[in-house]
Nanobody, 126 residues
Framework: QVQLVESGGGLVQAGGSLRLSCVAS????????MAWFRQAPGKEREFVAG???????SYADFVKGRFTISRDRAADTVYLQMNSLKSEDTAVYYC????????????????????WGQGTQVTVSA
């Protein structure tokens, strides 16, 4: 059974940092793209950052220069280092694995991801 388990969320003051982790188990995803999405109360889920199986990365404009996605392919683990956090970053953060094997493009659409974690809450106080 495939499981994605996120950790590292919490409460932090604006300007602070958090590092999220997501460990996949049940199968190997070294040849799949992985991504972080987030959903704030009353808002739609949105793409945050993605890591391609090739090593490429992609970021939403609103996190460029502040967040960094990294990955340990051998351990099927993806990380999200979040710096200079803002109150508008408050959301539940989800990791996800794409449906497609060895896809070159990192999709920003949640519908193209099959496996999802349960989410971890990030709260940034002003």
């Amino acid at each position: 059974q495939v499981q994605l388990v996120e950790s590292g969320g919490g409460l932090v003051q604006a300007g602070g940092s958090l590092r999220l982790s997501c460990v996949a188990s049940g199968r190997t995803f070294s040849d799949y793209n992985m991504a972080w999405f987030r959903q704030a109360p009353g808002k739609e889920r949105e793409f945050v950052a993605g890591s391609a199986w090739t090593g490429g990365t992609s970021y939403a404009d609103f996190v460029k220069g502040r967040f960094t996605i990294s990955r340990d392919r051998a351990a099927d683990t993806v990380y999200l280092q979040m710096n200079s956090l803002k109150s508008e970053d408050t959301a539940v953060y989800y990791c996800a694995v794409t449906t497609y094997y060895r896809r070159l493009r990192i999709s920003t659409q949640g519908s193209e991801y099959t496996w999802w974690g349960q989410g971890t809450q990030v709260t940034v106080s002003a």
